[in-house]
């Protein structure tokens, strides 16, 4: 658990910290220098500069920044829109059930990658969003958010109904529904918190599974926009180039590698703390 | 069982026609139209083509309007026509099919063989090290991103050692049974290393669960041999789970390497689906969509119904 946690905090720490790298190297990521195109590690560039001439190291970080910003926003808010669903599925219980479960399933049972292609090419503009945010350099990290919750708020919904189906039988819920508590009251302080533990393990994987996403919308050109960079996009730009310079398109890869394994095997270790007997089973 | 079937296919017919619907309105929502875009690329096109053209195709008209002419069409099993391919929808998309599914196909199952054979190699020996080599290993699968994993084979590969294809299902010419495999080896390699990761972690759980079962217990005291135990009596158990999962990721085989044939320019159904959407290919596309979405949920069906069949305690409501 330790390493995972030190790498992603490290990586964390380095996307934060870009503008004091930027202030020590004397250069920020969007700095355009032709002269120095393609130029190799020196001490003004530790990892040298990209076809436009900027500074390959701050380019990463500023990648890391939108590709973690978008991994931990759209987990979040997948994770808490699916709370909501899963928490009313399982105590209403009936048609309401039902139904909410049924969407679940029937968005679990869907083509995901080329629907969502579909929606990534959509133009907001016929959606009738207006122009002035349809073409905000911020559009296109909204829109993946919203692309990553609209797919991944089933695992959250099905967690937190499962368990409220438990707990609600369970005598000190309908001990404090005798006492007159609200059902709010009863959601929020009895049965939220017997559920903390697993969506903080699905919720931890969903980050790495986002990354993965974000980066292969933005690699096939649908994901972040110019002048936002996130790693995918940095590899889709690279990839032209494959052939005469292999570290350009190998260190965001790697990043997004790293980035990812190190959550999966945080998500896994969480899991065994929690439940040291459910995580020989469980399957992921 | 039946009745279950029945039930479950009445609601795939249902959800296939929604989402007909609702990427029809989609596609519609696209950037481009299909007519300025004929009209950019002849300049023969008159004012008076495009009216009649735009007449033809409905522009203009109420969606639901248009949905239904489309509906009526595709019931009489008229999809239209391609715009990118010159062709009908329907002789353009089976050579593409069958071009996944032998992409697919062949990494699926040598990942699943793998997969079985690290996965049972980790559960007999929990905690050691070897397992957990295998396990960081799966991780590392599902955590790579595929079209990197893609540009690092073909970097070294194609590349580097010139030992095969980047690209493509063929070398200009005839095509020889040699040389379709020649290009498939690095799209299949791709496929089974962003695979095998997963069906590995399920086949370790699914294994260890069942070895620790008291029937296999049993059987070792009875003095059953370790061979016996693991491969007669251990996997019956874990091959219920196990065939789950296979049935589940069988419905990606449609469009779930859309990464990797976009990577190879593998002409498949993912990379055609891709096209299609981009081109403003609208009744392929819209056609593509639909298989895809029509073989992931007769896959799922067929996951619940592999699960009832192979464990006699489940009862399928």
């Not at chain 1, 919203?146 to 438990?166: F, Q």
């Not at chain 1, 990354?211 to 096939?220: G, K, N, R, Y």
């Not at chain 2, 980047?166 to 080896?185: C, K």
């Not at chain 2, 158990?237 to 390497?257: C, D, E, N, W, Y």
Request: with cysteine.
């Amino acid at each position: 658990m330790r390493l995972p946690l030190l790498i992603l905090g490290a990586i964390a720490v380095a996307a934060l910290a870009m503008p004091l790298v930027a202030l020590a190297l004397h250069s920020d990521p969007s700095a355009v220098d032709l002269v120095n195109r393609f130029a190799g590690p020196s001490l003004a560039h530790p990892l040298g500069t990209d076809e436009l001439g900027r500074d390959m190291l701050l380019r990463l970080l500023e990648g890391g920044r939108v590709s973690l910003t978008i991994g931990i926003a759209a987990a979040v808010a997948a994770a808490a829109i699916g709370t909501g669903i899963g928490l009313a599925a399982g105590y209403l219980g009936g048609w309401t059930d039902r139904i909410l479960m049924r969407f679940a399933d029937g968005v679990i049972a869907l083509p995901l990658l080329p629907l969502l292609i579909v929606l990534a090419a959509l133009d907001l503009g016929k959606l009738g969003i207006p122009g002035w945010f349809a073409q905000s350099p911020a559009i296109s990290l909204v829109r993946i958010v919203v692309l990553a919750v609209l797919v991944g708020w089933t695992t959250a919904a099905r967690l937190v109904r499962g368990a409220t189906l438990v707990t609600r039988q369970r005598d000190f819920v309908r001990a404090a529904r005798s006492l007159g508590a609200r059902t709010f009251h009863i959601l929020w302080r009895h049965i939220l918190p017997n559920v903390t533990a697993p969506l903080v393990v699905a919720t931890t994987l969903s980050v790495g599974d986002i990354i993965l996403l974000e980066s292969v919308l933005s690699f096939l050109g649908l994901g972040v926009q110019p002048p936002l960079a996130s790693w995918g996009s940095m590899l889709s730009n690279a990839e032209e180039l494959i052939t005469s310079s292999p570290l350009l398109a190998i260190y965001p890869g790697a990043m997004i590698f790293l980035t990812v394994i190190a959550c999966n095997l945080l998500g896994d270790a969480l899991l065994t703390r929690f439940d040291p007997r459910d995580a020989l089973t469980a399957g992921r | 069982m039946i009745r279950f079937t029945a039930i479950r296919l009445v609601e795939i017919a249902a959800m296939l026609v929604l989402m007909s619907f609702v990427i029809y309105a989609l596609i519609g929502l696209m950037p481009g139209d299909p007519i300025d875009l004929m009209m950019a690329s002849d300049p023969h096109l008159t004012t008076a083509d495009v009216a009649r053209l735009k007449a033809l195709y409905g522009v203009g008209q109420p969606l639901l309007t248009r949905y239904f002419a489309w509906a009526h069409a595709a019931l009489a099993g008229d999809l239209g026509y391609s715009r990118l391919f010159a062709a009908p929808v329907v002789a353009t998309l089976l050579p593409r099919l069958g071009n996944s599914l032998v992409l697919l196909g062949s990494s699926f199952v040598l990942a699943f063989l793998l997969a079985l054979g690290l996965g049972i190699a980790a559960a007999r020996h929990p905690r050691s090290r070897l397992d957990a080599a295998i396990n960081l290993g799966a991780f590392a699968g599902v955590s790579v991103p595929t079209f990197w994993l893609a540009l690092i084979l073909i970097l070294v590969f194609a590349q580097g050692l010139r030992w095969l294809p980047a690209g493509g299902i063929t070398d200009a010419g005839d095509g020889n049974i040699a040389d379709r495999l020649r290009h498939l080896v690095l799209p299949v390699a791709t496929l089974t290393i962003a695979s095998i990761g997963g069906y590995t972690r399920y086949v370790r759980a699914a294994m260890r669960d069942a070895l620790g079962q008291d029937h296999i217990r049993t059987a070792r005291a009875k003095g059953a041999s370790e061979a016996r135990v693991v491969w007669h009596h251990a996997l019956r158990g874990a091959l219920v789970p196990i065939a789950t999962i296979l049935a589940l990721s069988f419905g990606t085989l449609v469009s779930g390497a859309l990464v990797t044939e976009e990577m190879f320019a593998y002409p498949g159904m993912g990379k055609l689906i891709f096209d299609a959407v981009m081109g403003n290919d609208y009744n392929l596309a819209l056609a593509a969509l639909l298989l895809a979405t029509a073989v992931t949920m007769a896959a799922n069906l067929a996951a619940d119904l592999a699960y009832a069949w192979l464990d006699p305690r489940v009862v399928l409501r």
